[in-house]
């Protein structure tokens, strides 16, 4: 990734984006998104820098380019939780600007829907709803708990896991 560079245009920004946040690189996914967003004229355009997003926020690799869009999108949501290796990371690339957030309707693996609040670039609390029913293991950076459960984070490897089974339809809240 570092041989190849940050430089591109639509797609390949995009992918860009999505490596660096697997690979847990917030700063850098972030610094590549941004450049993803800029701002580019209507006309007279020069796409040697790149193409950036025009005024609607369609993104600008002439003409139009929709998997710069979808893959921006799907950057910014790797950024925040990463569902593989049956666990659900959140907040697994936040980036230092990103100090405090929240976000909804984020989907994981399994058939998880999360939402999950931040401050200080620290998870305060996450609200799991679970679509199907099934075993759910969450990773944090500290350690959580679920509530009206006795499931406690247990540490593993760099972080906490959190093992707990679901019920569908349910939604369990955690926190710290």
């Known amino acids: ?98 100090e405090e957030g929240m976000v909804s309707g984020l989907k994981a693996r399994g058939n998880f829907e999360i939402s999950m609040w931040w401050k200080h670039h620290r998870l305060t609390r996450a609200e799991i709803k679970s679509l199907s029913g099934g075993l759910c293991r969450v990773r944090t950076e500290k350690a959580m708990k679920v509530e009206g459960t006795k499931s406690l984070s247990v540490p593993a490897g760099a972080g906490y896991l959190l093992t707990f089974n679901t019920q569908k339809g349910k939604l369990y809240k955690i926190s710290n």
């Open 1 to 98: 990734m570092e041989i190849r560079g940050d430089e591109g245009t639509g797609w390949s920004k995009a992918w860009k984006i999505n490596f660096w946040a697997r690979l847990l690189d917030g700063n850098h996914a972030y610094i590549l998104l941004r450049d993803l967003l800029r701002a580019t004229g209507e006309t007279g355009f020069n796409y040697s820098g790149g193409g950036g997003t025009y005024p609607n926020f369609f993104d600008a690799h002439p003409p139009f380019q929709i998997d710069g869009n979808f893959g921006g999108t799907s950057g910014m949501a790797e950024m925040l939780l990463q569902s593989q290796r049956d666990e659900i990371d959140l907040l697994p690339a936040i980036p230092d600007v990103w």
